[in-house]
């Protein structure tokens, strides 16, 4: 039967729910202006850019031990749904980094985890990058999206609207397949439609006659 034999097509993912990137200054206003508990104010900064810079799953950064980064080369080597997975910082992290690492003794933590809780003295959890996550967006009054992927989102639009290269993309996020960048991130509006085409189109406006 030919209609057995017809493929019905597959429904795109929705677009993805990226962080806003005014979400994310108005996020890292609120963690600087934290004055009162000064440690928690550089903790949650690097929390901050660490989510931003890298692109990588919140359990990435959670893992996130002392001895696996090497903070002069902006690698960091951590693990990622049970498997080992490398990550990449810039400048701006890595100082928010440095200056954690000088308030990270007052915790006195029990655990070789980067970023840990006052309490526990262990490695901060999901759920604790969460709640820091909704303490800030309170103080801030934010109401966009913010949770830790809409910041991996994020990282991907904004790595191929910049013009980066789809299959860099896809290593830098560790994904399986090409393809399942291509699904979730080459994918435009007409605004950006539009302007990508006034960019880029050989009869464009920044062409000459």
């Known amino acids: 039967c030919i209609r057995d034999r017809i ?8 677009m993805p729910k990226a962080l806003a ?4 200054t108005l996020l890292l206003n609120s963690a600087k202006n ?22 990588g799953r919140v359990g990435g950064m959670i893992n996130t ?18 498997r080992e997975v490398k990550l990449y910082i810039n400048t701006p992290t890595i100082d928010a980094i440095k200056a954690w690492l000088v308030f990270r003794p007052q915790l006195e933590p029990l655990t070789d985890h980067l970023f840990t ?10 759920g ?31 790595f191929l609207k910049a013009g980066g290269e789809i299959t860099q993309l896809a290593g830098i996020m560790h994904h399986s397949s090409i393809w399942v960048t291509t699904n979730y991130y080459a994918r435009w509006n007409d605004h950006e439609l539009h302007a990508a085409h006034k960019n880029n189109s ?8």
């Open 34 to 55: 934290n004055i009162s508990v000064e440690w928690e104010s550089v903790r949650d900064v690097a929390m901050l850019y660490f989510l931003r810079d890298t692109g």
């Open 128 to 158: 604790g990058v969460r709640w820091m996550l909704n303490r800030l967006s309170i103080k801030g009054g934010i109401t966009d999206r913010h949770n830790p992927h809409a910041f991996r989102h994020a990282f991907a639009r904004d």
């Open 7 to 14: 493929k019905v097509p597959s429904v795109p993912p929705p």
């Open 21 to 24: 990137e005014d979400t994310f």
């Open 202 to 209: 050989p009869i464009g406006d920044r062409s000459s006659c």
């Open 117 to 126: 809780a006052n309490k526990s003295r262990q490695g901060i959890t999901r």
């Open 65 to 82: 031990l002392l001895p696996n980064m090497d903070l002069r080369s902006g690698e960091i080597n951590t693990l990622e749904k049970g």
